[in-house]
């Protein structure tokens, strides 16, 4: 796989759990909450979706020859700005996995955009600080 397909499917995969639009080749519009991606055909599943007429649905799948677009609703979690972050405090102790959407700290503290979600201790509340900092400045 090359190094642009790669990239596309982390983009893909970032928007996982994320607010998202799919036109189809149909002309139909459903906006919701990309649960689940097949990455070999693109086929989606929406969860809590809308249709262009506003109907809710609890789930909809799409096959992914009929995908037309995904539009990302909400802007990404930047983890690599976080991990930069977190090098300043925490220097050459700093590993991004961005494919896997996480970073490990000192080899113990892993984090991920919705905080920490392995390790404990004093290194486990810095990291956990930082990250609290990093998203109240990224929020206001």
């Known amino acids: 796989m090359s ?7 982390a983009e893909i ?13 149909t ?7 990309l649960i689940g ?10 969860a809590e979706a809308k249709d262009e ?14 995908v ?9 979690f930047d983890l690599k700005a976080l991990a ?4 300043k405090v925490f220097p050459t102790m700093v590993k991004l996995y961005e494919d896997k ?14 905080g920490v979600v392995e390790g404990s201790g004093p290194a486990a509340e810095r990291v956990q600080r930082v990250y609290e900092q990093f998203i109240s400045e990224v929020k206001g």
Do not use: Y
């Open 84 to 87: 930069d972050r977190l090098e």
């Open 13 to 25: 995969t970032a928007l996982s759990d994320k607010h998202v639009i799919v036109s189809t080749t």
């Open 53 to 66: 007429e506003g109907k809710t649905l609890h789930r909809v799948f799409l096959n992914g020859n009929v």
């Open 68 to 76: 037309a677009q995904i539009l990302s609703v909400e802007k990404p």
């Open 27 to 33: 002309g139909k519009t459903f906006s919701g909450i």
């Open 3 to 9: 190094v642009a397909q790669r990239k596309f499917f």
């Open 37 to 46: 991606i097949n990455p070999d055909t693109l086929s989606l599943c929406l």
């Open 101 to 114: 959407g996480f970073i490990w700290v000192m080899d113990k503290v892993k984090l991920t955009e919705k």
